[in-house]
């Protein structure tokens, strides 16, 4: 029995992560009720809130909001971990996979009805460059890796958690509090979400800490591909570059936070106290020194992504230099 079909009863201890369907928020409950009398003063105030929302951080979200919708990819990638072979399977891992699904779900639909009611997106643009990213598929670079994909997720968790949570302090500061309030919801979803692949990937390093670490260095060595890198939407080459350079400068999450993750996550995994040798002792030594090294190369790094010539996106009724 490998070391993840191993965990099962770890992952079923875990499964309290995850919300009762009947506890669970839906979209709907932070938008404006269309149904009944009033309805109209409803969305213009929501309308009238959204509009304050500047044009740079209505970018953010759209991206945001893509690489949410295209969580069909996600679900593939993790279900090489799940293995649940029926789609049916009452396994933990298969309960934890679905559970997750149908929790993340969720964000998509919302970010989705959220922007369709601002009235400031040209939706089917933006209906157009999810297909493709669905179309395109993802990869987080180390397929047919177990270790490497839950630490994948670890990470990916933690920056998406920040990325939420940022975007809605900074909607807050500008007057949306619908925004902000949905961002709340998000990132409290993806901190219950960290919380479970961060002690997974834990609990692998107890059993395997020479596996675990050769497999966490080679996350770390092709860099983490950012869920939404495949993004286009059918016309001007480089979107997911002019999306990633409008969240530096929006300040929504940046290479000090990257570095951050990292931190967080080698602090959580004890990388540092483990006895290694060989092979697996170089990469704990690289693991880290990775966050200084990514504080030290921030300036450069962001520099060279703000550097692109200014574009236009195709989201935004109203167009935005990109």
């Avoid at 009398?37 to 969305?43: A, K, N, Q, S, V």
């Avoid at 951050?260 to 690289?286: C, F, M, P």
Wanted: net charge negative; charged share 25%.
């Amino acid at each position: 029995m490998s070391i993840i079909e191993g965990l099962q009863d770890f992952v079923g201890d875990a499964l309290a992560l995850l919300t009762p369907v009947e506890a669970s928020w839906q979209p709907t409950d932070l938008l404006p009720d269309l149904a009944g009398e009033g309805w109209r003063e409803r969305l213009g105030a929501f309308r009238e809130e959204a509009s304050r929302l500047p044009a740079e951080l209505l970018v953010v979200l759209v991206g945001n909001m893509v690489t949410e919708e295209a969580l069909p990819n996600y679900a593939i990638a993790l279900q090489r971990v799940a293995r649940d072979a029926t789609g049916t399977s009452e396994t933990p891992w298969a309960r934890w996979l679905r559970g997750w699904t149908a929790e993340e779900n969720r964000h998509g639909d919302l970010l989705n009805a959220y922007l369709r009611l601002t009235g400031r997106v040209e939706m089917r643009e933006v209906e157009r460059t999810v297909q493709h990213l669905i179309r395109n598929g993802f990869s987080q670079g180390n397929e047919g890796d177990d270790y490497a994909s839950l630490a994948y997720a670890a990470f990916q968790e933690r920056a998406t958690r920040l990325t939420h949570a940022k975007l809605g302090r900074l909607a807050a500061a500008n007057g949306e509090g619908n925004l902000a309030r949905i961002c709340r919801k998000i990132s409290a979803d993806e901190a219950r979400h960290e919380v479970f692949y961060t002690r997974v990937v834990g609990e692998v390093f107890e059993r395997d800490p020479e596996g675990m670490i050769l497999s966490y260095h080679a996350t770390l060595r092709k860099l983490i591909a950012m869920p939404g890198a495949r993004m286009a939407d059918g016309r001007a080459p480089g979107l997911f570059e002019d999306y990633s350079a409008a969240v530096l400068r929006a300040g929504v999450y940046t290479t000090h936070d990257y570095a951050a993750v990292i931190r967080h996550l080698n602090t959580a995994w004890g990388v540092e106290r483990r006895s290694l040798a060989g092979k697996a002792a170089r990469a704990q030594d690289y693991i880290c020194r990775q966050p200084e090294r990514y504080e030290l190369l921030a300036a450069e790094i962001e520099c060279r992504a703000l550097e692109r010539a200014p574009a236009r996106f195709s989201w935004l009724v109203d167009g935005l230099d990109r």
